[in-house]
């Protein structure tokens, strides 16, 4: 099965834990999936996610919107932050730890409104 097979199982596997976990229905999930664009942050982090539980993945995706929550940007400034992170670094800034990726997001957004 290539790669994109697997990730799209995974979303899905995913995306059914997170209302039967979250006790939320298919419309709030997909709210938060858009909001938070999360199918890509599960695109990026999936080879981490492989090698967890269910569990640790809701609780990943949890503390990934927590603390885009507690950074309290507006939402269109969130998503041009979040597309401006470098792929690569999702993994590492996301997975490993999820405050260092708030870093990056104030820090791209102070950058952001001294250069603009």
């Known amino acids: 099965m290539a790669r994109a097979d697997n990730i799209l199982n995974m979303q899905i596997t995913i995306v059914n834990c997170m209302k039967q976990q979250w006790n939320i229905n298919y419309s ?3 709210d938060i999936l858009d909001k938070y664009d999360l199918l890509s942050y599960i695109a990026i982090c999936y080879e981490e996610y492989n090698s967890m539980g269910i569990k640790g993945i ?11 929550k507690e950074a309290d940007y507006a939402d269109e ?8 992170l470098e792929p690569e670094n999702l993994p590492k800034q ?19 409104e001294i250069v603009g």
């Not at 400034?77 to 401006?84: A, H, K, P, T």
Request: hydrophobic residues 45%; proline residues 0%; glycine residues 2%.
């Open 94 to 112: 996301y997975f490993f730890g999820t405050s260092a990726a708030i870093q990056t997001l104030r820090f791209k957004k102070i950058r952001r």
């Open 77 to 84: 400034v969130l998503e041009q932050l979040i597309s401006d």
């Open 58 to 68: 809701l609780e990943d995706l949890r503390m990934y919107i927590d603390a885009i």
């Open 28 to 30: 709030e999930v997909s």
